[in-house]
């Protein structure tokens, strides 16, 4: 029993620090505009230095779309139901949180590891020193940047994947351009898009909340830095999962 009590009271603590972050960048975002310049730095982190990855995933993401759903629509469909079948995987499902994992893997454990070293050599405390908000000198850029960034990055993994089931479909499964673009524009809906967005902007304020939020708890040195970067990750893991499906069932219902 008393066991279960600690866990009860270990879980509301951690509930409310993390409501208290948020609360916290709320407050301060409203003060961007002064850390634009690094809010441009973290951008360029986040989007530019991911952008090969997430090309290369996405690219060949695309083109197993296409290889199952020629395997599974053989004999059943007509061939214009791969070009469907991939817009419409990509739009809904595997752009936005394809993206969320991948920027859950680079991103976020890069930021909880950079804040917690700052953490762990009493660099945040040397701001806090001089009168510098760690809130909206170290969090609030990285979390804009990634609110931001997560839907250019989803939206270039949609077209790197649609354009990779096109590559797949021409070269090795008989379908022409003609055939496979059409089936892009029969199932392109708005509401897929829009929704595939919705989700990157929730999964990019989720993932780099947890950087920052574990990174500003690091403490005990080199191993509390790598603790805090494995705990950044699992939790940005789960989050993309539960996000996913409470704002599919918000859009998509």
């Given at each position: 029993?008393?066991?279960?009590?600690?866990?009860?009271?270990?879980?509301?603590?951690?509930?409310?620090?993390?409501?208290?972050?948020?609360?916290?960048?709320?407050?301060?975002?409203?003060?961007?505009?002064?850390?634009?310049?690094?809010?441009?730095?973290?951008?360029?982190?986040?989007?530019?230095?991911?952008?090969?990855?997430?090309?290369?995933?996405?690219?060949?993401?695309?083109?197993?779309?296409?290889?199952?759903?020629?395997?599974?629509?053989?004999?059943?469909?007509?061939?214009?139901?791969?070009?469907?079948?991939?817009?419409?995987?990509?739009?809904?499902?595997?752009?936005?949180?394809?993206?969320?994992?991948?920027?859950?893997?680079?991103?976020?454990?890069?930021?909880?590891?950079?804040?917690?070293?700052?953490?762990?050599?009493?660099?945040?405390?040397?701001?806090e020193a001089f009168a510098i908000n760690p809130i909206e000198h170290l969090v609030v850029?990285?979390?804009?940047?990634?609110?931001?960034?997560?839907?250019?990055?989803?939206?270039?993994?949609?077209?790197?994947?649609?354009?990779?089931?096109?590559?797949?479909?021409?070269?090795?499964?008989?379908?022409?351009?003609?055939?496979?673009?059409?089936?892009?524009?029969?199932?392109?809906?708005?509401?897929?898009?829009?929704?595939?967005?919705?989700?990157?902007?929730?999964?990019?304020?989720?993932?780099?909340?947890?950087?920052?939020?574990?990174?500003?708890?690091?403490?005990?040195?080199?191993?509390?830095?790598?603790?805090?970067?494995?705990?950044?990750?699992?939790?940005s893991t789960i989050l993309v999962l539960f996000l996913d499906l409470i704002v599919s069932?918000?859009?998509?219902?």
């Open positions: 029993m008393l066991t279960l009590k600690k866990k009860n009271l270990a879980a509301m603590e951690y509930i409310g620090s993390v409501g208290l972050l948020i609360w916290q960048v709320l407050i301060n975002i409203r003060g961007i505009y002064r850390k634009f310049d690094l809010s441009l730095g973290q951008i360029y982190f986040q989007a530019i230095e991911s952008l090969s990855l997430v090309l290369f995933t996405s690219l060949f993401t695309g083109m197993v779309i296409a290889f199952e759903a020629n395997y599974q629509a053989a004999n059943y469909m007509p061939d214009v139901y791969v070009g469907m079948a991939v817009t419409k995987a990509m739009f809904i499902e595997l752009g936005p949180v394809l993206i969320g994992l991948i920027i859950a893997g680079r991103v976020s454990s890069s930021i909880a590891a950079e804040l917690g070293s700052m953490k762990v050599t009493e660099q945040i405390d040397a701001l850029p990285r979390i804009f940047a990634g609110i931001v960034v997560l839907p250019l990055l989803t939206i270039v993994s949609e077209i790197t994947g649609i354009v990779g089931g096109w590559i797949l479909s021409i070269s090795s499964l008989n379908i022409t351009t003609a055939v496979y673009w059409r089936g892009v524009r029969l199932n392109y809906i708005p509401t897929n898009l829009y929704g595939g967005l919705i989700k990157s902007i929730t999964f990019g304020f989720a993932l780099t909340l947890m950087g920052c939020y574990y990174g500003l708890k690091a403490e005990g040195g080199a191993e509390g830095v790598g603790e805090a970067t494995t705990k950044a990750v699992i939790s069932r918000l859009v998509f219902r």
